[in-house]
DNA sequence: CAGTGAGCGAGCTTCCGCTTGACTT
């Protein structure tokens, strides 16, 4: 399959723009040379050295792989090239902002960045014109500006101007290059205030965690809310109580069809069961009673597909479907965009995976129902399906899809990696899902009376597949609930007609306490809530388990002590600021920055005050922390027969003896007892290179080899007394199980994986 | 699915948001 050429799609690049040089634009601009005033270019070159090549157009834009692609959309005479984002920031050392005056900011080449830079300031000495295309949002247009400013303090100046665009297509760049215009300082002013305010938060809460609590922490706008909102989950998960309850079941008999259906009325009304006793009883009153078919309801609804990905809907799909966290569904993203090796050419597979927009490009939209048409001609809707994108998106970047639709994720199967494969096979279903017809589903519900008793039950099967024809890997429980796998199994019902009762099954149950966040459900809270940004998700996440404010354990987060710690500390101190809120008043702020409605160093100033008296009285009042982290316990040193401390160090928990610094004995956590020598213990170790997954051996190594990568529980099975380990699959969630190879013990506890609408 | 082993503590740390490689400190 698959034999359609890509290629054929693509229309050829070159013959792009050709007149945009010196396109018409207000003279104002203070950066245009006198001399490329009016006329064209041609005239512009006087006659210097007998160099006879003109001098061609730089284009700048962020990403190194986005500029070989509009390389090719444009002609020869441009050069691409990427900046890499931002190029000048803050000091790292200090603060770098003139709090006593005017917040101006100190900016700096980012380290590293200096030989780009310098790069970029040899060709715009080459070049007759500088398009300054970074990204059509906030953080974008700062980096024109400040390339524009690096480029402008050399002697030299070139003509530049501020192009964007929003999808990388030929038309859209074509464009893009004819209708150039200044940079908005309005923007440029936002990007200042969200960068100051972050550095005034982030560099003054963080010292006073130091000085309380231990060096090295940190604080901030983003992570510091998103400790808080796994803290205070935690304290919901602590404080629930599951609370029991019954419900009756009965299994019912049509010829040879066997199904179930749920007690629901009872003497008229809706039964509570009290206990098994009050299933009991409601059997007692039933038993040796005819079963009836009585109402049959049908109902059908339709489906629509869901749009095309943003960067947070991916990583909340691929965590929920395939188990990856959000930083390598990130990392996999990238190997996707940055290209593949497809037969001899390398082929960038995925648009861009950083994006909060479910945009698609109208050449896309062609491609993608021209394919639809070809195959799935019954799913062809006639018009395509529209997906609005939230409006606080700033929408610089198209949705994540495959930038080839007939490249399926099969025809691929054998240039990519499993992951890279079942990654890419995500994006291709749920983009071309996206304009494909909805599915119809017709559910059943069926009421069979017994006595005084009415039980129901209820089936649903997939009518019209719509999109669901490519959805496989995508699909979520509910979907493939839908597709009637359960339901496939209930015959069909007529009012009046008799069934038999095979038995009565009472059941016990708990009501289910909140889960705690994943990857997934973190990230998708700190959406909704507008807390950072899609280059953001991943990282935050990823500074939470350095610092050791929270672990994943079976891909759940958890807050350690120094977690709970900081979050109360920060809570109690600085309730304005950990606070989800806290960034929604910034972003309006910031909206009004953009509008000229107020000024940057207004917006600071009304935050800055308050907040550093704030710092500066509980940096005083505070108590310290300090030492109170570290945990006593029943563990006696081996060494001098003290007790030891479980304290924080670089690489983690460790223990260590009270008595330092006279005796400076240390050790490892003690997790279980080894099972193979019985005297070392098992502890957490990691490949020297301090990379790699978490495995747990014996202390005693190499005397004793023993090793697993399952986490013990820190309890022993009942049955043959080695220790217990967490496991997680697919169909039992996460649950405990015996390390002991020739031992069967497996204790599967209510399902705790995915719950939730998952995206 | 395969993957494997030390030392750590009283110090110069930290933010968020753009973007990818990596000169050595």
Redesign the pocket.
Known sequence: MAERTAQSKRPASAGAADEQTSSSKPAAAPTTVPKAKTSAKAKAKPKPKAKEKPKGILVVV?????AKTIEKYLGSKYTVL?????LI??P????GIDVEGDFEPEYLT?R?KAKLLKELQKAAKKSSLVLLAS?N????EA?SYHIRKALLSKEASVPMERIVFNEITPQAIRDAVKNPREIDETKVNAQKA??VL??L???????LL?KKV?????????????LRLICDREKEVETFLPEEYWSLEADFRKGRGAFSGELVLFRGAKPELKGEAGASEVIAAVEGKKAVVGEVRETERSMKPKPPFTTSKLQQTAANRL?YTSKKTMQIA?QL??GVNVGSTRIGLIT?M?TDSTRISETAIAEVRGYIGEKYPAELPESPNVYVTDGKA?D??EAIRPTIVAYDPDSLKDHLTRDQLRLYALVWERFVASQMTGAKIRSTSSDIVVGDATFRVGSSHIVEQGFYKVVKLGASKEDRASGGAEGGSVPELRPGEDLKIERFRPEQHFTQGPSRFTDASIIRAMEEQG??????YA??IS?LLE?YYVTRENRQLAPTTLGRMISDILVESFPQVVNVSF?AGMEAGLDEVEDAKTDWVRMIRTFYSPFKLRVDEVMEKLQSYRGRLDEPTDIVCDKCGRPM?K?L?????????????E??????IPLAKCPRCGT?DI????????R??E?Y??????D??????SKPTGSNCPKCGWFLVEKYDKKSGSHKACINPDCDYLHTHEEEGERGPED
């Open positions: 962020e990403s190194p792989a986005k990427a900046s890499m984002g931002h920031d803050l790292k050392s200090r603060i980012i590293g990204d949002d906030r953080e974008g980096i969200r960068r972050d550095r938060v982030g560099y003054n809460l963080s010292p130091w231990k060096n090295g922490l940190s604080a901030g706008r983003v992570q510091s809310v998103a188990g990238q965009y940055e861009y950083r700033q610089a970047h807390i950072g940004r899609p280059s953001t990282p935050t500074v610092r960034t401390v304290k160090g670089r690489f983690g928990f460790f223990l260590a003896c009270t008595g330092f610094p005796c400076r004995n240390t050790r490892s070392g502890v957490a170790r990691r490949r020297a290179n301090g790699g997954r495995f051996g014996c202390s005693r190594y190499p004793c080899d023993f090793i697993t990568y």
